[in-house]
């Protein structure tokens, strides 16, 4: 959460992969792995990668909305 609420949006995906990858070996709930994904949903919002952010998406289904939402104020098109 530092990274992203810092602007340091790729090492805040980095993050949020090795938390994925790590929750799932030690089976942790989904909703914690669910969270770590739509933070890194967000961060390709805001760096404009909108076309990665649904693809992340298409994994979380239910957090597709959240990253709609994100994308309403951006300049990029592609977002909505």
């Avoid at 938390?19 to 969270?35: P, Q, S, T």
């Avoid at 649904?54 to 239910?62: D, G, I, K």
Wanted: net charge positive.
């Amino acid at each position: 959460a530092v990274w992203f609420e810092t602007g340091q949006f790729d090492k805040c995906m980095e993050d949020c992969d090795t938390a994925v990858e790590r929750g799932r070996e030690m089976r942790a709930d989904y909703k914690l792995i669910a969270k770590a994904m739509t933070r890194k949903g967000s961060a390709l919002v805001k760096l404009n990668r909108c076309v990665g952010a649904v693809r992340h998406t298409r994994v979380l289904p239910a957090c597709v909305g959240n990253f709609v939402t994100a994308g309403r104020g951006t300049s990029n098109a592609a977002c909505m």
